[in-house]
Each structure stands twice: as C-alpha cells, then as structure tokens.
C-alpha cells in the first residue's frame, strides 16, 4: 500500500476543497443508485491505475479526443466508462488494448491546466462488462451491462472475521511504511460498508495493474476479499523485509559515520599533538621500502600492501594486522651483509684461544675461510657439530663468528615439534607471525649471520607437522637461495646464512636432513685439556659470576684435577663447571661472612669444600675372579667403561642374560656361547659342561639400559674366562663385535672410549685392527699412556686377555652323570 491511500478520501476531501466546494457521493449511495445508469458509455482509458467502485481518484487527460469528450460529458451528465489497458501504446489505444471490465464514474470536478490539458477527478460508482464497442471516432464508446456488488452479510461471522483481518492487514502495512500519514488509518476505521472496503484496499494496495484488474473482475465479493488478503499479507512480509534491511543498512551507515567522524577527530588531535597519522605512517613506510636492496617482486609485494593499508579503516583489525606485516620486511635485513675478515691467521689464534682441542673442527672452519677468500660467492655449507653435551659446540659458533665477523644467531630446536616455528603462520590467522628462522635474521640484522641450529636431534614430530621436513628446505644449498616464510609470502635469500646444528645423537636426525648436512664429530677431552679449559674460561667465568676478583682467589692446577677426576665423569666439561662454581661460591661466603679462607685452593682444600670423592680414580676391579671382563662402551653423554659377569651353576645348560640389554648385546651373547661351543677344544673346555651347567652373564646397574654391538669380544672373553677358571689381564678393557666365526668387527665412537678407558685408570685396550686409523686420527695426546692390541679374530683376544694360570679357588665342575670331579683342563 502506497501514498495513493489517501487519493480516495484524505485527499478527494481537501485538495479538491482547494479548488472549490464538491459533493462527493457516499459510497452507498454509488452503489445503490442503478436508475440513470445509461447503457452507452464513452470510454476513457487509464495506463496506470484501476478504478473501483466508490472510489475517488484525479486523472490527467493529455489526449485532445479524449479532452473533448471530458468536456462534453461534464457539460452534459458527468458520466464516463472508465476502463484499463492491458499494454501501452504509442497510439489511440483500439478494443484490443482494453480490458473487458472497467468501471462507470462520474466526473466531480474538472481543471483546465495553464498547457491545455485537463485533470478531472472521478468517482466510481458500479463495474461494468463491455456487450460491443459502437464506435472509435472520434473517440471509443460501448455498449455495457452492469454488474452489482454481490458481498454477503455483514452479520456473519466469517464475514465478520474477513473484514476484521482486512484491516488489521490494512493497519500493519501502515505501521511498515512511515511515508503514509496517520490519518491513513483513521480513514480505514471509518469505513462500514465491506465491499467498499474491499474497492479500497484493493485500489490502494502497491500490486501489478494485472493483478488489481483480477481483482476488479472477481464478483463474488467474498472471493475478492480472500484474494485481496493474500496479496495484502505478501505486501506485509516484503515490508517485514525491506524494514529489516534498511534498519540494518542504517545501522551500519551511522556505525561507519561514527568511525569517521572519531578518525577524523583523532587525526586532526595527532597533527595538532605533532603525532604520525595513518597516513603519514604509510608514506614513512614507503620511504623506507624504497632505500632496501630488495628484489622486484618484493618490492611491488610491499607496495600493494603499503596501498591496500591505505584503503583501508584505522580501526579495523585488519589494519593492525597488514601494518605489522609491513613493518616486519621493512627490518628484515634484504641483500644486506657483513663484510667478512680473511685473515685466516687471526681465525686460527680466535678459535685457539677460544677452544682447546677440536682440531678437526677448527681446520674445516679454517678451509671453509680459505675458499671463501678465493671464492666470495661460494655457498654457505651445511656444517653439523655432533657429540656429547658440554663439549663446546654450542660455543663453537661464537667463535667461528667472531672469526668471520659475522653476526651470531642461535636458534633452539629441542622439542620443536610444530612446522610452522620454522616456516610460519599464514598472515591471515589470528596472531601470525613469522618462523623462527626469519625472526631471527631480523635479529641478527644481516643476511649472512652464522646461524647456530641448537640440538637439531632433539625435534620431534605430531599432528601439527614435521619441523623436521620443514628444516630440509632451509638447510640444502640448492633450495634456501629461495626460501619462502608462510608468513612473509615472498621468497628469501638463505644461501648466504652459515649453518652450523648441534646434535647428541645422529639416530634421531632424519636420513634426508643429515645428507644435507657435513658431519664433524667432536669428541670429549683430555685431563689435560680440561684443566687449561678450566684455567683460561671456566674458573674467571665463575669468579665474575660470584663477585670476586681474580686477584683474591685462584685454584690450583692440582686442585682442577681432583675436581675432574673425584667429582665428574664426562666428555664434556659442564659438570666440571658446575663443580667449579660450588668451590666458588663456598669462597664467596666466607668472604661475605669475614671468614678465613684460602686464596689459593688446593687439592686438600676440595675434599672439605665439596665432600667426599663422587667416582674412584680407579675403577679398575682386579682380575682376582674368573668371568669378569672390562669392556668400553659409547654413551650419548661421551665414553664408558662397564663390566660383563659371568658366572656358572649347576643346571642343564641354559643361558640367562640380565642387566636391561637390549637386543644387540643379546645377539651378542647368544653369539659369544655359540662360538665357545664350536671351539671349546681350542680354548680348552670341556664340551661336557655346556649340557651340565647354566650360564648367567649379567651387566651391572641394570636400571641402565644397554645396547650396541661393542660388546661382542667382552663378552666371549668373559665366557672363555669363567668356562676355563683363567685370569684376566690386569688393567685391560676391550670393544668390539664379533661373527660366529669368530671375525672380530670395527666399533665407532673410538675416541671417547679411549678417554674413558684413560680416566677409569685402564693401561690397555683390545679392539679389531681396522679401527687402528680411528686412533691415530685422535691424536698421540689422548692415547698416550696407553697400548692398543689390534686383532682379526676372537682367538687373539683370548690369547691377549686370558693369562695361563688359574684363579685362586678355581671352580671345580661335577659332571652328575659320572659323579666324580673334572678339573679344568690344562693349557695346550
């Protein structure tokens, strides 16, 4: 329903009272009066609108045939045919054009305008059905019958009811369209007669001229009413919806009036305060960008997003958002690098100084600097530090910047476990950020920083990804000249970056990133090497840590000694720091406390400051009993002695192994009786006992896990020993693996079981003649102090470990059968 509501009677009883005073039929009286209905109609055509019955309504007429016969017939009865047409047309409309049933009107008042043409105001009074059409010129009239209003009576109840929902329908399209005025709905209460109120709201309501013309032609006054109430409810429900959408609209209108007008406020507040405004942020922005050695693509990448910040709302969160991004590859440091120092002269005395020993470690670094000075444009390597913890390699990094002159970034791996830590976020997720590698190049503030990957065996894997892939991107040579972040979008230049990882264990680092990488192992140190560690870093470390000066207190060579030996076992020198620091704060007390204390520490002053002795010197057991054998063994924390017992009793000749071994070892011992039973007459046994007495070879601290195939000739000597009563070589360990034909195989980890075997007091150490270039690549200051007996087979170690006398109180062996006593048989 539209402004015309108010066409038919607000506006037919005033604007036309502008003019002058009329009289306007009510519209019972329309209806009623059939008497001086003529039949002959002259017809006027409407294009836009259907009249009804008792309704008022101003018509234009343009026309000058149509002009002639208004005038006529207000001159004469004011009676014209009112019909509309079913399609416009440029010309007078024919039979054609016109709809079968119009309605019959008179004129109440006519209006000649300044331009000639002429609007009348016209009242309904009765539809009506075209018979014939009796002439078109000079314009159209017809024959017509009439057709009565045939509504029931009001007294029912369903008529009652249908006219009760007309106008509650009536009343909620105009609460839905404010353009309407309040006296719409007065107007609607005032009316009495149902069919007029049917030709009302039907005239009224804001439908096709189609669907009013179906309207008009419905008789049964019933049916029109049903009808008319389901379009007047369809009219409802898209009022229901454009309410809800503009309601919306203008919520959102004034929400972003409101932002402008704060942004404004707070831009005019900052240019009055002498603060950036977003705009002058941007272009500072884009200053900088435009002074960075960056590539094209990233340029352009930082321009559109430098434009589409600009576009975009201060106070939205995607403006925090895209700024951060900006501001994050401005700091990065694009194709900018340190220069580099080639003094290999003065890298050499950085990294002595720094380090003792690492021999192995310091001449590649020295070989990396030498081809890099004949070269400026060789790729970084992928260098990979492997070996116990505390043995500098962490460190080590350091000072291979320092001696470069590069930056120094570390980065920590252990427990990393989700992919986007090293490739980052997709910016569009809430709190994304860039991956570690990227942040700390931002850090490091150059593109070429020796970057130190911290125990890169220690990164795990779950459902978030596999850091572990990720890095295979960052660390190969032939892919990091690319390197995009999820987070910067844009490729990035690693291949400048020294990589140096740091591991404990090679078996957890996966086989394609440990191709990548150069594997340089670095073993634990000396005694000696220790000691000049502890006098040139650890002990001044300690002194400024605790406060006290170096000229108040030293320890002595002596001193550094005991600790090393009575307070730690290590590869390392991190226990022996620890320890350090106790002696250091027990003198920082007492000089806290003005107690007496010794400047220069001792070795009988260690004892008393730190306790009794943790490990014996010597952990040598003796060869006094038979089947107890010192072996060598690899431990992620550095070397290790163990001891492999053996013991028999009385049984039907089973083997029992304990000691938590894995299933290398078992393998291992399962192997060594194998051996001794096929060759039991070399060695001198008596076959007789493996079927008349068990076995047991145990490993002690069981609650240690053991593994590894190091133990094989430990093993088979220790059983040769118990089976045969003979001593053991004193002062002797071993390691190596062995067949069932008794070849005895290369070990790894040479170097940290000859340190071990050095600080457990051992003079002399087994193991298989191909690992003799493992020693001589160690150095003559660790094995120095000590033999080596290179073997082929198994019968050699035997000949060296076992000694031709027997133990004292040697085991007599009962064979149950013959009940009578076997002594060991006699040295061939």
Known sequence: ???????????????????????????????????????????????????????????????????????????????????????????????????????????????????????????????????????????LTASVRYIPDNFPSVRKKEVKALIQSLKEAAYKILSLNPEIPKDAQMAISNIDSPS??????????????????????????????????????????????????????????????????????????????????????????RAKGAKKKWSKEANEHFNKELNKILRMNSMAPEYGVSLTYAETMIELPWNEYTKDNFDLKRAKKILDSDHSGLDKVKERIIEY??????????????????????????????????????????????????????????????????????????????????????????????????????????????QNSSFK?????????????????????????????????????ISGYTVEEKIEIAKKHLVPKQLEQHGIKVKDLRIDDKAIQKVIEGYTRESGVRRLEQQIGTLVRKIAKAIAMQEEYPKLVKAEHVEKMLGAPVFDHDLYEGNETAGVVTGLAWTSVGGDILFIESSLSRGRGQLTLSGQLG??????????????????DEIGIDYRIFQHYDLHVHVPQGAVPKDGPSAGITMVTSMASIFTQRKLKQNLAMTGEITLRGKVLPVGGIKEKILAAKRAGIKEIVMCYKNRKDVEEVGAGYTEGLTFHYVDYVQEVLDIALLPEQVENAMKFILPDEKKEIQPVEML
Not at 493 to 518: C, G, H, W, Y
């Open 369 to 478: 600097l030498a081809v890099l000075k004949l070269r400026s444009d060789m790729k970084a390597p992928i260098l990979c530090l492997y070996g116990p913890p505390g043995v500098g390699k962490t460190s080590l990094g350091k000072s291979i910047a320092k001696s470069l002159g590069r930056n120094y970034v570390r980065m920590a791996l252990g427990g990393l476990h989700d992919e986007a830590e090293i490739r980052g976020h997709r910016k569009t997720y809430i709190g994304a950020m860039p991956g570690k590698v990227i942040q700390n190049l931002q850090k490091a503030k150059s593109s070429n920083p020796v970057f130190v990957l911290d125990e890169i065996d220690k990164v795990s894997r779950d459902f978030r990804g596999d850091p572990s892939s990720a890095l295979l991107e960052v660390l190969d040579p032939e």
């Open 1 to 139: 329903m539209n402004r015309e509501l108010i066409s038919s009677l607000v506006m037919a009883r005033q604007d036309v009272e502008n003019v002058e005073m009329i009289e306007i039929a009510s519209p019972d009286e329309v209806m009623e009066n059939e008497n001086n209905l003529p039949t002959d109609l002259s017809l006027l055509s409407l294009r836009n609108t259907v009249l009804f019955p008792g309704i008022v309504i101003p018509v234009t007429v343009t026309r000058a045939k149509f002009i002639k016969m208004v005038k006529k017939a207000y001159r004469t009865d004011k009676t014209i045919g009112v019909i509309a047409q079913i399609r416009h047309t440029p010309n007078e409309p024919t039979p054609e054009d016109l709809y079968k049933v119009g309605t019959i009107a008179t004129i109440l008042k006519m209006i000649v305008l300044p331009d000639g043409n002429v609007t009348v105001i016209i009242q309904g009074r009765r539809r009506f059905e075209v018979l014939q059409y009796n002439q078109t010129e000079p314009h």
């Open 196 to 285: 007029f109120l049917t030709h009302f709201l039907s005239s009224n309501l804001n439908i096709e001229i189609n669907e009013k013309q179906l309207l008009l032609e419905t008789f049964d006054g019933s049916e029109q009413a049903h009808k008319l109430l389901e379009h007047m409810m369809k009219e409802i429900q898209v009022l229901e919806i454009k309410r809800d959408i503009q309601s919306k609209a203008s919520l959102d209108i004034d929400q972003q009036q409101r932002e402008y007008y704060l942004r404004q406020q707070i831009k005019v507040l900052q240019e009055e305060l002498g603060l950036e405004t977003p705009d002058q942020e941007v272009e500072k922005l």
């Open 485 to 521: 972040d999820n987070y910067l979008e844009v490729d990035y230049d690693l291949s400048k970056v020294l990589f140096i990882a740091t591991a404990n264990s090679l078996d957890t680092i996966q086989p394609p990133l440990r191709d990548r990488m150069e594997i340089i192992e």
């Open 663 to 680: 299933d290398v070892m078992k393998e291992s011992a399962v192997t060594a009786l194998s051996y001794l039973k096929s060759h039991a």
